[in-house]
T-cell receptor
Framework: AQTVTQSQPEMSVQEAETVTLSCTYD???????LFWYKQPPSRQMILVIR??????QNATENRFSVNFQKAAKSFSLKISDSQLGDTAMYFC?????????????FGKGTKLSVIP | DAGVIQSPRHEVTEMGQEVTLRCKPI?????LFWYRQTMMRGLELLIY????????DSGMPEDRFSAKMPNASFSTLKIQPSEPRDSAVYFC?????????????FGPGTRLTVL
């Protein structure tokens, strides 16, 4: 069984500043995928960024980037130049790549508030 | 492309009534997932389908819950009879095994309130 832990229930950041959200996970698999989803007040779950465990290069998507440390089982999300629209719950999720392993395991989420 | 479509967006019902939630996955996706989100338990997978066949329903809480996928473009999650503790946001998500990461794309959710 896999677990995902987000140790920061709430965070805040000033507009235009940078913030990092933490995520650690545990799995016995060697091949897996990691995701960050954003859930704004509209409650829509929106994919922010994804990382394949076999890739050493950290994924980036515009202002969003990850710091993937496989040995430490850490997968943090960095948001640069924070914008008011980034205010949301952020969920870290893990999916193993074995046959039939299509279940996403989610963390409890981090509530991010961007302050004008 | 249209994303995952769910209906209704909001449902308010009384205890004991039957509730049916609907989902239309993204065209071409062969996996469909039903999740439930509550404050206490977070996001939980209830059941998922592959090519319209239920693969894992171990997350379905009770026999009161049932899910069907009669064709590739439609799925239902039914609760009968409903209870106040079923109040939650129910998400449907779909993915394609043909992609490298099988990313799941979520619908807007149905907020269910059982009085």
């Amino acid at each position: 069984a896999q677990t995902v832990t987000q140790s920061q229930p709430e965070m805040s950041v000033q507009e235009a500043e940078t913030v990092t959200l933490s995520c650690t996970y545990d799995t016995s698999e060697n091949n897996y995928y990691l995701f960050w989803y954003k859930q704004p007040p509209s409650r829509q779950m929106i994919l922010v960024i994804r990382q394949e465990a076999y890739k050493q290069q950290n994924a980036t998507e515009n202002r969003f980037s990850v710091n993937f440390q496989k040995a430490a089982k850490s997968f943090s999300l960095k948001i640069s130049d924070s914008q008011l629209g980034d205010t949301a719950m952020y969920f870290c999720a893990l999916r193993t790549s074995g046959a039939g392993s299509y279940q996403l395991t989610f963390g409890k989420g981090t509530k991010l508030s961007v302050i004008p | 492309d249209a994303g995952v479509i769910q209906s209704p967006r909001h449902e308010v019902t009384e205890m004991g009534q039957e509730v049916t939630l609907r989902c239309k996955p993204i065209s071409g996706h062969d996996y469909l997932f039903w999740y439930r989100q509550t404050m206490m338990r977070g996001l939980e997978l209830l059941i998922y389908f592959n090519n319209n066949v239920p693969i894992d329903d171990s997350g379905m809480p009770e026999d009161r819950f049932s899910a069907k996928m009669p064709n590739a473009s439609f799925s239902t999650l039914k609760i009968q009879p409903s209870e106040p503790r079923d109040s939650a946001v129910y998400f449907c998500a779909s993915s394609s095994a043909g992609t490298s990461t099988d990313t799941q794309y979520f619908g807007p959710g149905t907020r269910l309130t059982v009085l």
